[in-house]
């Protein structure tokens, strides 16, 4: 069974850094582009971040561009989420998501890139 | 960016409705367009990429149409278990933004 699982949601404060893991099993981890989307509880979905199979290209959402860095360990079938200078906007319930392929391409020409499996998501509060 | 504009936001449908959601795009995304819908308290499942190319398992009677900056997701025949929370998503170019989504409720 294809599973993802997140974890490292955690209330912390503004201005601090936290790490997210996600877990990924049942697939061939190195041969999937992987992403994270956050949605506010209540409200609607942002997609924030992805990188490709290697780690040789990763794209950001302009609200966290600068203070998150998304990686990946293939070895360990695990994705991260890198957050630092976090702001109260930041909180959110983030999923880590498995792409349909394993690099993204954009523009006209490219096969169409669609998030097939989502983990249930970890909970990351900013506050003071 | 690219923004992504759904309409309605909300719809109120009975059971056995046709039900239609707009998604228009800030710029031409020829089909670069994907549908997901999100029960409550529940992750976001794929229904429809390219535009209109059905996910594998999603019922038939849910289909996408559109190119360029306008699509639609059409729901024949609402069901039950189709109440839900429908959003849009441009995977033409990074940032790959999403709509603000459409709540079909009773």
Redesign the interface.
Known sequence: EVQLVESGGVVVQPGGSLRLSCAASGFTFDDYVM?WVRQIPGK????VS?INWDGGAA????SVKGRFTISRDNSKSSLYLQMSSLKTEDTALY?CIKG?GAT?Y???G?Y?????V????TAVTVSS | ?IQMTQSPSFLSASVGDRVTITCRASQNI???L?W?Q?KPGK????LI???S?L?SGVPSRFSGSGSGADFTLTITSLQPEDFAVY?C?Q???????????TKVEI
């Open positions: 992403h609607g979905l942002e997609w992805l794209y950001y959402a302009d999923y349909n993204f954009y523009g006209s490219a169409p890139h669609y998030m097939d989502w983990g249930e998501g | 960016d020829d089909n670069y994907n997901y999100q992750a976001p499942k794929v990429y390219g535009s190319t996910q959003y998503q995977i033409y170019n990074p940032p790959l933004t999403f709509g603000g989504g």
